[in-house]
T-cell receptor
């Protein structure tokens, strides 16, 4: 069965610092990869996704993620975080041919002004 | 555009009482529907998913059940709540055969 690992449960950064959140999955084959974000008091929403093609994908609010198939990884990055990026971030993986997503446990990001 | 609704937003129930949480989707037809439970530090756990009316797949055997009486309605139920059922319940939908899931606002359930 697929499993998803997010390396850090909590991350604290100052504004303008660079961000990288790790995500690794266990089961190979063709996968679809997602990052979701949940801002305080808001719905879980899609940040970006990878289905195929260029392994470097860009999402909303300046976020990007790179799919490295050989490392089973899909790390999320942002060059310069803002206070408004404070949220919980979830990595998710969908195996091709299946209807369901497997989520990581989430990383809580706190950005101090 | 599509919207997804969940109610109630918050619920406090005694142990042993029944439960019914409702999720409805507007603006789409024949969606896949999903119920998740979100616990702090444990991510999102898929509970049930449905690819059509009356078709329910259970991912984790437990005290809960799900039903889909209409195309765009998904209900999460329990006959007798346990303390361990407390949590944040999220409903999601996706286009049939689609890859991306879209989430509702969630229901926070506290069982006392």
């Amino acid at each position: 069965a697929q499993s998803v690992s997010q390396h850090n449960h909590h991350v604290i950064l100052s504004e303008a610092a660079s961000l990288e959140l790790g995500c690794n999955y266990s089961y190979g084959g063709t996968v679809n990869l997602f990052w979701y974000v949940q801002y305080p008091g808001q719905h879980l929403q899609l940040l970006l996704k990878y289905f195929s093609g260029d392994p470097l994908v860009k999402g909303i609010k300046g976020f990007e993620a790179e799919f490295i198939k050989s490392k089973f990884s899909f790390n999320l990055r942002k060059p310069s975080v803002q206070w408004s990026d404070t949220a919980e971030y979830f990595c998710a993986v969908k195996n091709s041919g299946y209807s369901t997503l497997t989520f990581g446990k989430g990383t809580m990001l706190l950005v101090s002004p | 555009s599509q919207t997804i609704h969940q109610w109630p937003a918050t619920l406090v129930q005694p142990v042993g009482s029944p439960l019914s949480l409702e999720c409805t989707v507007e603006g789409t037809s024949n969606p896949n529907l999903y119920w998740y439970r979100q616990a702090a530090g444990r991510g999102l756990q898929l509970l049930f998913y449905s690819v059509g009316i009356g078709q329910i797949s259970s991912e984790v055997p437990q005290n809960l059940s799900a039903s889909r009486p209409q195309d765009r309605q998904f209900i999460l139920s329990s006959k007798k709540l346990l303390l361990s059922d407390s949590g944040f319940y999220l409903c999601a939908w996706s286009v049939r055969g689609g890859e991306t899931q879209y989430f509702g606002p969630g229901t926070r359930l506290l069982v006392l």
